[in-house]
């Protein structure tokens, strides 16, 4: 069984978003894509559905947070490298995203995190294979009996 992941997120500029994620490098699939929506693919498995507040609003009864004012989710995407992730960060901030907080440098994990322009929040990272195998308690551990 393949799953594919949709994270939903709402935008008050649907055109704002496309352009953003575009400079991300991430595709727009135009068949998913309308007045409403944005489709974009992040990878083969990976979409994110950019709605806009109306339509957002025709899936819940909740308020819907403003991602400018409040945190609901922070997404998280992994990278091959720390050379990826400050790539990936650079085209962020060349696209118009914000950098919320400096990088978070564990050794084992490095991560930095951007602001599309709405304000959500994503974090790309990159953790030593070895770590994500073994988990970062016993991985350090090692580290430190060399």
């Not at 992040?42 to 950019?50: F, S």
């Not at 959500?120 to 430190?144: C, H, R, T, V, Y």
Request: proline content about 6%; charged content about 25%; hydrophobic content about 40%.
């Amino acid at each position: 069984m393949t799953t594919q992941v949709f994270i939903n997120l709402p935008t008050v500029d649907l055109d704002r978003s496309k352009e953003f994620f575009s400079g991300l490098g991430w595709k727009i699939e135009p068949n998913f894509t309308d007045e409403n929506a944005a489709c974009v693919v992040i990878d083969e498995n990976i979409y994110l559905m950019m709605l806009t507040h109306d339509f957002f609003a025709t899936f819940t009864d909740k308020p819907i947070a403003d991602p400018a004012t409040s945190l609901q989710v922070q997404t998280a995407l992994s990278c091959d490298s720390r050379q990826d992730v400050d790539a990936m960060l650079e085209k962020a901030l060349a696209a118009g995203g914000k950098e919320p907080r400096p990088a978070q440098d564990m050794g084992f994990m490095y991560s930095r995190d951007f602001e599309d322009p709405d304000g959500n929040w994503f974090s790309i990272l990159w953790m030593d294979p070895k770590a994500a195998e073994q988990g970062p308690e016993a991985f350090l551990s090692e580290q430190q009996e060399k």
